[in-house]
């Protein structure tokens, strides 16, 4: 390679004239040429090389400085890079190990939760049921306002005495029973079954009486609160197991409530929004012996339990039928001075009249306030020659006693009218079995 001379072009040596100018070249030229051109480059190239080199020397220099500044000797770095590969797992560790202390305690807390949870229901149900057994120990007893101590079922006549002093009237009942009337004050009017000198019956449909607390007026939900309502109930008496279903003619007016050898009968006025009206306690057999309810049992023995109390004598029948008339006035006086009403003085010639036309129905078969034979009140009242400006009748049949008479009445629109009319004074009551007769009058 080398230059033309004339036109400094780049040329081969082996040409011998330049192909740009058309410059004569001789070999020598051209040799001297490429020989000049040489030098001249590698000097140039000379010089760029040392002056590279300087400046690469001025940076390896500095490089040097700066890695001599900051650079530490090969172990320190290898020991420090350990003692953070070892902090790093240490601190993996450290957490994990937390982590897993954290989730241990979570489930053992679940666990302990779970125990606590179970051990809370046992001890729940062992303390429940050492206070029902404790409950079941102390009897029930049926308060009267005014009077101090309460009456227990099963209250020896004794202590009855001692509690309320004398009845004022002992009324014999069909099923084996008396019944002692405290009916000196009609605001806290009751009356006490009694049997073998022992209380086996109490019952109540004025204002002051308190058992377990029910009381009278209290609404369906305030009684649920207290004693679950069910149209039946079962118990176990004497070996053997009755169910008792309420009878249809008394469905929603009366439920029957079995709380240990108790027999809790919780009447209702299905004309004051179905609030507490009444209330019967007896024992069970008392309870069976006087029925009420459609029945069944089951027995263990060969025979059937005997239940039915003696049948009565017709002097003991005819006793029973005289106390349950005196009966129907004290309840209906009772429930008419709860409303504000003065109370019915009995009179006896128009008890004459209910008493036959409770005797007709039974006689001729017929239930109404009409006889075939004697034809409408105002005429039996006319035939007894009973002055009168205004009647009426209530009349029922079927129900075991008095106490259920009365309420039948009270829930049935027409008779209450007739129970809670302040305009009638006097009363006449018949009764024969269970045909049930009551005839209003003014004079």
Same mark, same amino acid.
């Given at each position: 390679?080398?230059?033309?001379?004339?036109?400094?072009?780049?040329?081969?040596?082996?040409?011998?004239?330049?192909?740009?100018?058309?410059?004569?070249?001789?070999?020598?030229?051209?040799?001297?040429?490429?020989? @000049?051109?040489?030098?001249?480059?590698?000097?140039?190239?000379?010089?760029?090389?040392? @002056?590279?080199?300087?400046?690469?020397?001025?940076?390896?220099?500095?490089?040097?400085?700066?890695?001599?500044?900051?650079?530490?000797?090969?172990?320190?770095?290898?020991?420090?890079?350990?003692?953070?590969?070892?902090?790093?797992?240490?601190?993996?560790?450290?957490?994990?190990?937390?982590?897993?202390?954290?989730?241990?305690?979570?489930?053992?807390?679940?666990?302990?939760?779970?125990?606590?949870?179970?051990?809370?229901?046992?001890?729940?149900?062992?303390? &429940?049921?050492?206070?029902?057994?404790?409950?079941?120990?102390?009897?029930?007893?049926?308060?009267?306002?005014?009077?101090?101590?309460?009456?227990?079922?099963?209250?020896?006549?004794?202590?009855?005495?001692?509690?309320?002093?004398?009845?004022?009237?002992?009324?014999?009942?069909?099923?084996?029973?008396?019944?002692?009337?405290?009916?000196?004050?009609? !605001?806290?009017?009751?009356?006490?079954?009694?049997?073998?000198?022992?209380?086996?019956?109490?019952?109540?449909?004025?204002?002051?009486?308190?058992?377990?607390?029910?009381?009278?007026?209290?609404?369906?939900?305030?009684?649920?609160?207290?004693?679950?309502?069910? *149209?039946?109930?079962?118990?176990?008496?004497? *070996?053997?197991?009755?169910?008792?279903?309420?009878?249809?003619?008394?469905?929603?007016?009366?439920?029957?409530?079995?709380?240990?050898?108790?027999?809790?009968?919780?009447?209702?006025?299905?004309?004051?929004? @179905?609030?507490?009206?009444?209330?019967?306690?007896?024992?069970?057999?008392?309870?069976?012996?006087?029925?009420?309810?459609?029945?069944?049992?089951?027995?263990? &023995?060969?025979?059937?339990?005997?239940?039915?109390?003696?049948?009565? !004598?017709?002097?003991?029948?005819?006793?029973?039928?005289?106390?349950?008339?005196?009966?129907?006035?004290?309840?209906?006086?009772?429930?008419?001075?709860?409303?504000?009403?003065?109370?019915?003085?009995?009179?006896?010639?128009?008890?004459?009249?209910?008493?036959?036309?409770?005797?007709?129905?039974?006689?001729?078969?017929?239930?109404?306030?009409?006889?075939?034979?004697?034809?409408?009140?105002?005429?039996?009242?006319?035939?007894?020659?009973?002055?009168?400006?205004?009647?009426?009748?209530?009349?029922?049949?079927?129900?075991?006693?008095?106490?259920?008479?009365?309420?039948?009445?009270?829930?049935?629109?027409?008779?209450?009218?007739?129970?809670? @009319?302040?305009?009638?004074?006097?009363?006449?009551?018949?009764?024969?079995?269970?045909?049930?007769?009551?005839?209003?009058?003014?004079?």
């Amino acid at each position: 390679m080398g230059a033309c001379p004339n036109c400094h072009q780049i040329l081969t040596i082996k040409l011998e004239k330049c192909p740009f100018c058309d410059y004569p070249l001789s070999r020598a030229q051209v040799a001297n040429q490429h020989i @000049n051109s040489m030098e001249e480059r590698l000097q140039s190239t000379e010089e760029d090389r040392h @002056n590279i080199l300087d400046e690469t020397a001025v940076v390896e220099a500095v490089i040097d400085e700066t890695v001599i500044e900051n650079a530490m000797p090969t172990e320190e770095i290898r020991y420090k890079k350990t003692k953070l590969l070892i902090g790093t797992l240490w601190l993996l560790g450290l957490l994990w190990a937390t982590y897993w202390i954290t989730m241990q305690r979570q489930e053992a807390q679940k666990i302990a939760v779970i125990a606590i949870e179970q051990l809370n229901v046992e001890t729940r149900a062992a303390f &429940r049921e050492e206070q029902e057994q404790v409950i079941q120990k102390i009897p029930l007893k049926f308060y009267m306002e005014g009077i101090d101590r309460g009456i227990v079922i099963g209250e020896s006549v004794d202590n009855l005495i001692a509690i309320l002093g004398e009845p004022n009237r002992k009324d014999l009942s069909p099923y084996g029973y008396t019944w002692w009337i405290y009916n000196q004050d009609y !605001t806290r009017y009751f009356q006490v079954g009694v049997q073998n000198d022992k209380v086996v019956s109490v019952y109540s449909n004025a204002d002051g009486w308190s058992f377990h607390s029910l009381k009278i007026g209290l609404t369906m939900d305030e009684i649920q609160a207290i004693y679950p309502l069910k *149209d039946a109930v079962s118990f176990d008496h004497r *070996d053997s197991n009755f169910y008792l279903r309420v009878k249809e003619s008394t469905e929603g007016m009366k439920y029957l409530v079995i709380d240990g050898d108790l027999a809790i009968e919780i009447y209702l006025d299905i004309h004051n929004e @179905n609030r507490l009206t009444s209330i019967r306690l007896s024992d069970h057999a008392t309870l069976l012996a006087t029925g009420g309810y459609t029945m069944e049992w089951t027995y263990l &023995r060969n025979t059937a339990p005997e239940i039915k109390p003696p049948t009565p !004598t017709t002097e003991e029948q005819e006793m029973a039928n005289k106390a349950q008339e005196l009966q129907i006035l004290d309840l209906t006086n009772s429930i008419r001075v709860r409303h504000q009403l003065q109370p019915l003085v009995m009179n006896a010639k128009v008890s004459d009249v209910a008493r036959g036309h409770a005797r007709d129905m039974i006689q001729n078969n017929f239930f109404a306030h009409e006889s075939p034979k004697n034809g409408k009140l105002l005429n039996r009242f006319e035939k007894a020659n009973i002055p009168f400006s205004m009647i009426a009748e209530n009349i029922a049949a079927g129900q075991q006693d008095a106490i259920e008479a009365v309420e039948a009445w009270m829930n049935s629109e027409g008779h209450r009218i007739n129970v809670l @009319n302040g305009d009638y004074v006097e009363l006449g009551v018949g009764v024969i079995e269970r045909h049930y007769a009551q005839n209003f009058l003014q004079p």
